[in-house]
């Protein structure tokens, strides 16, 4: 892309404000902000003419499939998940766009060691938990990894130094989660530098546009791959591509799986699976009302009681049906720090504009069934978000050296 054909794709949108730095630019810069534009979808700024609050349907439980049931028929659920992929049916996506910040780190959070004696990354201990799974199947499963434009060369690098800690290089694709950009509440663009358009990852459910503008939905095509495990960064004892959980989710005929665990709390802060209109979905901590808290099932346990941990088994097939098109837009205020019309740096104290997301629920709700598959919290949840204190790198630690591994 040019300058000329630059401003045209701006100044459809009304952003022709975004070349205003253009001739103080390097030739490098100039390039820089070229191929951003050229990539940025400006379309989603049409969301603000008709900005409204996506208002949530009617919430009613969805019973998960207890530990009872899968203790019972584990051996069906493992023959038919080591079947699958045997068959080469399934592939693990990680979501590691983020960044260590809340840990006191400026590199990816994967990067991230937890060890007390030995290095120990969070990168590793999820391809670890993965290879246990390759040498049980004897099949090496193919691991894509969704980094961020943030921390890309960071993450392929350290994984690349590391030798993918044992795992097949060849098995392993990068690509970049798409960005969105940033504006005010008018829906001007702003600008991080220069030549820079601020943009933030356009949400936890970018990861199927994701990949299809990054052409891999063809692997997914070429390779017969009908089964893709989501998961994030921060869980570190999470199973991936476990064959059990992949037997009962393809055994149940249903769309996609949620890995969920029993709430701590009734008031914990996690989203919890549920109907909504009828339709699988996922209810917000801050949206269960104390009634929803309160209400019980048939057997007298809470009724909204299975936390999601977000580990879900997606249907490739029917991917095609949570389109970005097909699923509503969240417009979330945010403090934006941005350069004003001089080139000076701004750092807001208060919401100042608005970022664009989609999220998972959204794909979920889109879906016609989801399983919910209980697992055990402390052999499977052990989320880092902060260093210390509830869902930490201590409390992480702890549970780690419970299930037997050395730090």
Not at 39 to 48: A, G, K, M
Not at 66 to 83: A, H, L, N
């Amino acid at each position: 892309m040019n300058k000329t054909e630059a401003l045209e794709k701006l100044e459809a949108f009304g952003q022709g404000h975004v070349l205003g730095f253009f001739d103080e630019l390097s030739e490098a810069q100039q390039e820089s902000l070229l191929a951003q534009i050229e990539e940025t979808d400006l379309s989603v700024l049409s969301h603000i003419i008709d900005k409204k609050d996506i208002s949530r349907g009617t919430f009613s439980p969805l019973a998960a499939m207890q530990r009872d049931e899968i203790v019972k028929r584990e051996k069906e659920f493992r023959d038919e998940g080591i079947s699958l992929i045997k068959k080469g049916k399934t592939a693990a996506l990680l979501l590691a766009g983020g960044m260590g910040t809340r840990l006191g780190s400026d590199a990816p959070k994967g990067m991230y060691d937890i060890g007390l004696t030995r290095p120990v990354y969070i990168f590793q201990r999820l391809i670890e938990n993965l290879l246990e799974v390759v040498k049980e199947s004897d099949t090496w499963i193919r691991l894509f990894i969704m980094t961020s434009e943030k921390n890309h060369e960071a993450t392929v690098s350290f994984l690349r130094e590391h030798d993918y800690f044992g795992y097949k290089e060849d098995r392993v694709v990068f690509f970049k989660q798409s960005m969105a950009p940033a504006c005010d509440y008018n829906g001007k663009l702003y600008m991080e530098a220069k030549d820079r358009i601020s943009t933030s990852p356009n949400g936890n459910a970018g990861w199927y546009s994701s990949m299809v503008c990054a052409g891999l939905d063809r692997i997914l095509t070429d390779e017969g791959i009908e089964w893709i495990n989501i998961f994030a960064v921060d869980n570190v004892l999470q199973r991936i591509c476990d064959p059990c959980f992949l037997g009962a989710t393809a055994l149940a005929g249903v769309s996609v799986g949620a890995k969920v665990v029993k709430k701590a709390a009734p008031d914990e802060k996690v989203g919890v699976m549920c109907l909504e209109d009828g339709k699988p979905s996922i209810v917000e901590y801050y949206e269960l009302s104390r009634e929803m808290m309160d209400d019980k099932d048939e057997n007298g346990d809470p009724a909204y009681n299975y936390g999601v941990i977000l580990n879900y088994l997606f249907h490739v097939p029917e991917l095609d049906a949570v389109a970005d098109d097909k699923m509503p837009m969240h417009i979330v205020e945010k403090k934006i720090a941005h350069i004003d019309d001089k080139g000076n740096e701004v750092k807001p104290s208060e919401p100042n504009g608005y970022k664009f997301e989609r999220l998972v629920l959204d794909m979920i709700h889109q879906l016609d069934s989801c399983l919910p598959y209980e697992v055990i919290r402390e052999k499977e949840f052990a989320p880092i978000k902060n260093p210390a204190g509830v869902d930490s790198v201590e409390s992480a630690r702890e549970l780690l050296q419970k299930n037997g591994i050395t730090l």
